[in-house]
Structures are given as C-alpha cells and as structure tokens.
C-alpha cells in the first residue's frame, strides 16, 4: 500500500513535471480588463482621461491566482479634432504581447458658454429700458459664437440664446433689477461773497434721475441778510420718489461796507459782442457797473437796454468815437453827444446827464483838430448840467495788454492806491472781459465793494491838456 501510494505521488509530480515542459510558459497569462464601457465620448477641446484598466497576471490552471502587472498605455485620442481614436493598454509577459483598447469617439456635445457682464450695483430706473452691460459667448468648437447670440429683453429679464454648429444650446438669463438708489442733484451758484446791500437772489436747482426737476420739492433751511455782514450758511433737502434724501449746504459771505474799499467799475466803447458776457458776469456777482457807450457796433443797442434793465449806470461815450469828427468843434462834440444820448433814450427811456469824452479829458490828440476844445468842452457841460468822468485806476487794456490775466492784475494793483477807484476798461475788447472775473473775484474776497456812478460819485478828473 505504502509502495502504491508513492507510486501515485511520483506519477503526479512527473504528469505536472510534463505539463509544465509542454506548456513552456504559459502557466500564466496576462488579463487586461478596462474599468468602463469599451466605447466612450470624449468631449471636444477638454483633456481626455481614460477611466483605466486592471492588468493582472493570471495563473492559468488557478485563476484565482493573479497579481497585478505593469503595463503602459499609448494615448492616440486627438481632442482637438473630432472623430473615433483609441486608447491602448499594453503589457508583455515572457515575450507575448497583450493589448486592449477602448475606442474613444471625439464629438462636440457641450454647448456655448455665455458669460454676461454683471455688476452687482447696477440697476434700472423704473420705467427705462435696460442698458445692455455685455455678454458674450464661446464654443470650443466654434469659438467666438457672441454675434450669433439671440436676445430677448421682456422688461423683467433679457435671455441670451445661442447654438452651436452641433446644435448644442445655451441660455442664460439676467433678471432686470428696477431700482433707483441716486437721491436729486442740487445745484446752486457756489459763489461765497456778496457785496452788504445787494441783492442776494437764492437760485437753485434741483435734478432726479427718475423724477426729473425736483426743484419745487427743495426745502431750504436758512436765510441771508444782506444788509448785515457776516457768515451765513443755507441747507437744502431734496429727496426723490424712492426716498433717496439729497442734502446741500452751501455758505454765503455778505462782505461789510468799507468806504475805503469802492470801485466804480466802468467800460467804455461798449456795447460789442462781449457785453452779454460781460452783464452775465456782473449778474452772478452782484457787481453794478457804469458803461460808458457808443454806437460803434449798431448790433449791439439792445445790450444798452439791459445794461439799465440790470442796474448798471449807462452814460454817454460817443456816438461815433471819431475823435477827427468829434473834437472838430464844440458843435460837432455835441452833435455826436446827442446822437448818442438819442440811442441812450431810445433804449432806456431816458436822456443820461453822465459822460466821459474820448480819451479821457486830458487827451492831446484833440489838438490835431480844434485848439482849446477839451477846455470849452469841460465848460459847456458844466453849463448844460452835465458830469463827465475820467478814472484813477487803468486796466491797461487800451494799449498796455492784450493779456486778460494782466487787465485783471493791473486792475488788482491798481484798486489797492485809492479808497474810491474809477476803474477803465473797455468792454469791446475780448481779452479783457475774459479776464475781468477775476479781477471781480480778488476783489469781493477782498472786502471791496462795486458801485455805479451816479452825478455824486468820485470824477476821477485829469487835468485838462487842450
Ligand atoms: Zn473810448
């Protein structure tokens, strides 16, 4: 029995002996599984990721026997080109190759991306239409798709519609917001100083973005009085249909009478193309001038109206600022004179008993037509009950500058010598109503104060040459 049983035993071992010799190597086997479906779609243009494979060695008469086994892969899936690829995996055991492979099929599937400029801020006044803040959209594949993009605006949202050449569609939405966030904008003249006496006119305005003009719902808290000097502030509160509150303030500065601070501003050869400039100026700071006018620029006549409208002094220059013609004689200056005063009522309504003569009365040139004139000119007015006017004060435009920043720092310079200045300027000239608000500036910070000439004021009187 002994004897039989290792006769069975050696035969055993000589069978597996032999079945080992005749199958050479193939005790074990390679096994390649994939992890997945063995057809996949990989989406155009994205980085393809293979979901993998198990790769084991298995022995082949006990499978159960297995172990894992290295193994390479060969990528041949081209994303950026559609159609069918494969990705391999490979092993090789004792010589033998083993592969698999999962066909990978490259197709455009995902659609457009819109993007929509958004900022979180942003809103719509009731009853406006929205204003676009941008989208755009892109494919993969088609690229830049923004112009193919369908837009539907319905008043409570806009929708953003495109597809690409595969058909793949893409919506976006944007819900409007109706909303008003922006209280009235208050505006006033932010002018600080006005002269004690005048007239302070307390204009404002109010703007809303939803509503329009406000400026009847302003409430203005504070008062000016302009006969007493001093600081006084002015609050306006405005709000608007969504309650958005506005609140203004502003600060007006009524400067004190000084008598050692007068100006008598005055502009000559007037009226001309500058002179509804120069009264607009006048206006916003309260300043009351004297214009000393021709008829020059004929056009202009009507300024003369609102010169005396405006409470500015109008007084005679010339009618024709000839000086050959008008110092020719007595007679021919008066002519001239009363032609200029028949304007002067025509636009005003009255004769003016103020003048001042061409070139001041001190002027030489009048010696070139008539000997003496200036001196009978001065007398005879006195007879007719006339007051002419020369100036202390020059602002160099007639000769001296061109410069309007200079016309008002001669003006500066020149103010700071006298208690009363008459000032000269000319009002047919550009540059120096360009650069008169400055001067007019300077000198309301500086406490001065601008008076019109009437028959008591200052004559400012030269001595009379011819
Ligand atoms: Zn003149």
Redesign the pocket.
């Known amino acids: 029995m002994k004897k039989f049983l290792t006769g069975v035993v050696a035969v055993l071992v000589i069978v597996l002996v032999l079945m080992g010799v005749t199958a050479g190597f193939k005790l074990f086997r390679i096994d390649i599984k994939l992890n997945g479906e063995e057809s996949v779609v990989a989406e155009y243009g994205e980085v393809y990721e293979d979901q993998g494979a198990k790769v084991e060695k298995v022995a082949i008469l006990f499978p159960f026997v297995r172990k894992e086994y290295p193994y390479e892969t060969v990528n041949g899936v081209d994303v950026n080109n559609l159609g069918t690829y494969e990705y391999t995996y490979l092993a090789e055991f004792n010589g033998k190759k083993y592969e698999k492979s999962r066909k990978v099929e490259v197709k455009d599937n995902a659609p457009p991306v819109i993007t929509l400029v958004s900022d979180p801020d942003f809103y719509t006044l009731p009853g406006h239409e929205y204003i676009e803040e941008g989208f755009s959209a892109f494919d993969k594949y088609d690229g830049d798709v923004t112009e193919s993009i369908e837009r539907i605006d319905d008043g409570e949202r806009v929708t953003y519609r495109v597809s690409d050449s595969f058909g793949n569609q893409a919506e976006a939405v944007r819900e409007i917001v109706y909303d008003d966030r922006k209280g009235p904008e208050i505006s006033f003249d932010d002018w600080v100083y006005i002269q004690q006496g005048t007239a302070f006119t307390n204009k404002y305005y109010a703007e809303d973005d939803l509503d329009g003009d406000v400026t009847d719902r302003v409430e203005v808290y504070g008062d000016v009085d302009t006969n007493t000097a001093g600081e006084y502030k002015i609050r306006y509160v405005v709000s608007d249909s969504y309650n958005n509150v506005t609140v203004a303030e502003r600060t007006v500065k009524v400067c004190a009478y000084d008598p050692d601070k007068v100006i008598y501003m005055t502009f000559?050869?007037g009226p001309s193309r500058n002179t509804d400039r120069l009264l607009d100026l006048l206006k916003k700071y309260n300043i009351k001038a004297t214009f000393?006018v021709?008829d020059v620029f004929d056009a202009y006549e009507y300024c003369i109206k609102r010169e005396y409208e405006e409470g500015h002094t109008v007084a005679v220059?010339?009618y024709t600022?000839n000086y050959a013609r008008i110092y020719q004689s007595p007679e021919a200056y008066w002519n001239d004179f009363n032609l200029m005063n028949d304007v002067i009522e025509a636009q005003t309504g009255h004769r003016s008993t103020l003048f001042?003569f061409?070139?001041g009365s001190s002027n030489t040139v009048s010696f070139n037509y008539c000997d003496g004139i200036m001196s009978t000119l001065a007398a005879q007015s006195r007879q007719k009950g006339l007051t002419y006017f020369d100036w202390n004060v020059e602002s160099g435009d007639?000769g001296r500058t061109t410069d309007p920043w200079e016309v008002a720092q001669n003006l500066i310079d020149g103010v700071q010598w006298h208690s009363r200045s008459v000032c000269l300027s000319?009002d047919s000239l550009d540059y120096t109503v360009d650069g008169i608000e400055r001067f007019f500036q300077w000198a309301l910070e500086n406490g001065y104060t601008f008076l019109p000439l009437d028959e008591n004021s200052p004559t400012a009187h030269h001595g009379i040459a011819n």
């Open positions: 000559d050869d000393f021709t220059h010339s600022h001042r061409p070139g007639a000319h």
